[in-house]
C-alpha cells in the first residue's frame, strides 16, 4: 500500500484504504482502554529518579550534549528546542517518563543533531512534511520499545478530535464536552487536549501526530524507508527518493548519531516489550533504574 495522506481530518489512511484517521481515532477510542499510572516521578530533583535526569542518560548513550530545563508554563508534557529539552514542571509515571525521553531524545533530537552535520542545511531546517513525520518516527519508537500504551494511543486519538473540531468551528467547551461524554476521557484530560488545540486561536499540528505514526509505521515495516534515512536530518518521506539521490552524488551523508534502540529493531521487532524482552542494551535503556 502507499502510505500516502490526503488532507487533515477526513484523509484515507492510506491509498487504497477506505478507512480515514478520523476512523481510526474513533475505533481507538471505542476499543482502548487507558492505562493509569501512578504519577511519582518529578520533572527534576536534587537526588532519586526525575524525569531531566533520565532524558540525560538517553541522550548520553547516543553521544548528544544537551541541556534539559524545567518550564513551569508548558502546556505539553516536553518540547525541544535544537538542543534543549523543555519538561513540564509536574509529575510524570514511570512509563510516562520512560516514552517522553525516547520521543524527544532518540526521536526528535537525533534527527535534529544529525541535520546540523549535513552540508545541506534543508536537513538541519527540514523538508517540507517533515514536522509530521518526524512526529511519526518519534511516535513508532515509541511504539517498538513497547511504551506506546492505551493511554497514549487514545491521547494521540483526542488530539485529531479535538483539532477537528476546532476547525469545523465548535467552541472550546463544547470540544471539551463530547470527548468527556462520548469518548470517557476525564474533564481534565479533555480540557488540556483542547488547550493544544486552540492555543494561539487554534493551530492544526496537533492534528498529524496519528496519521504521521500510520505513515511511518507503514513505511518501515514495508521497508519504504528506515530509521537512519529519516534521521539522516529532519527528514519527511515524500523527501527520500532525492535524498537518496544526494547520498550517491555525496551531498548527505550517514547519519552520525542513531540509537541504539533503533539499531536493535531488526532483533527485537515490534511488540517488544520492556519488561519481557531478553536483557540487551537496548532494553536496559527503557529501564528508569538504568538512570
Known amino acids: 500500500m502507499a502510505a500516502r495522506l490526503f488532507g487533515t481530518g477526513g484523509e484515507r489512511v492510506f491509498e487504497d484504504d477506505p478507512m480515514t484517521v478520523l476512523d481510526v481515532a474513533h475505533d481507538i477510542l471505542s476499543q482502548t482502554e487507558a492505562d493509569h499510572e501512578p504519577k511519582t516521578i518529578p520533572a527534576a530533583s536534587a537526588s532519586g529518579d526525575n524525569l531531566r535526569d533520565l532524558m540525560l542518560s538517553y541522550a548520553k548513550q547516543v ?45 526528535h533530537l537525533v534527527s535534529a543533531f544529525n541535520g546540523r552535520t549535513q552540508l545541506l542545511g534543508v536537513l538541519a531546517i527540514g523538508t517540507a512534511r517533515s514536522y509530521g513525520d518526524q512526529e511519526g518516527v518519534s511516535i513508532l519508537l515509541e511504539e517498538l520499545t513497547g511504551l506506546l500504551d492505551g493511554s497514549r494511543r487514545r491521547t494521540l486519538a483526542g488530539r485529531l478530535l479535538a483539532t477537528h473540531a476546532m476547525h469545523a468551528g465548535v467552541s472550546f467547551g463544547d470540544a471539551a464536552k463530547k470527548l468527556v461524554l462520548e469518548h470517557d476521557f476525564s474533564p481534565s484530560d479533555a480540557v488540556t487536549l483542547c488547550e493544544r488545540a486552540f492555543r494561539g486561536g487554534g493551530v492544526a499540528r496537533d492534528a498529524v501526530y496519528l496519521s504521521a505514526w500510520l ?66 542494551l537496548a532494553t536496559s535503556f527503557t529501564r528508569l533504574d538504568a538512570t
Not at 539521490?245 to 531488526?266: D, H, K, M, T, W
Not at 517488544?272 to 531478553?278: G, K, V
Request: charged share 20%.
Open 63 to 107: 553521544g548528544l550534549h544537551i541541556a534539559v530545563r524545567v518550564d513551569p508554563g508548558l502546556i505539553a508534557n516536553a518540547a525541544v528546542g535544537e538542543r534543549t529539552v523543555f519538561i513540564a514542571d509536574r509529575l510524570f509515571g514511570v512509563r510516562e517518563a520512560q516514552r517522553l525521553a525516547a520521543h524527544e531524545v532518540f526521536g
Open 215 to 280: 505513515r511511518v509505521r507503514n513505511a518501515v515495516a514495508n521497508r519504504h524507508a528506515s530509521f537512519s534515512e529519516l534521521q539522516l536530518g529532519k527528514m519527511a518521506l515524500c523527501a527520500l527518493p532525492e535524498v537518496r539521490r544526494l547520498i550517491g552524488e555525496g551531498f548527505v551523508s550517514q547519519p552520525i548519531y542513531l540509537s541504539n534502540l533503533a539499531r536493535s529493531f531488526g532483533r527485537t521487532g515490534a511488540g517488544t516489550r520492556p519488561d519481557t524482552s531478553p536483557p540487551s
